[in-house]
């Protein structure tokens, strides 16, 4: 499954500072309908995430019913791309 997306880049402080895109609510459903056979384990969907010419492999997480794209260092130093900065983000899930 390849989805195509746009959101803000956001920042959460937990045990670890995370910087996050929040898939949109339409897509999240679509995620929703295959994560039981794809996930691994705690609703965590393995996904490769691709933002202008980089990308990198990680894994969606669930909140809030939906679901959070992590935008990993690797991607905001090549890409340029920092909180705040609306990003297009394709995500890739094989299913």
């Known amino acids: 499954m390849r989805l195509l997306i746009a959101g803000e880049i956001w920042y959460w402080r937990g045990p670890a500072p995370f910087h996050f895109v929040t898939v949109p609510p339409a897509e999240s459903e ?7 056979v794809v996930t691994y384990g ?31 260092k ?17 995500l890739d899930i094989d299913a």
């Open 42 to 72: 705690w609703g965590m969907i393995p996904a490769t995430v691709t933002i202008g010419a980089t990308t990198v492999t990680t894994a969606l997480w669930p909140k809030d019913g939906g679901y959070i794209v992590p935008i990993k």
């Open 30 to 36: 679509m995620i929703h309908e295959i994560a039981s």
């Open 74 to 90: 690797a991607l905001q130093d090549r890409e340029g791309v920092t909180v705040d900065d609306v990003v297009e983000v394709a």
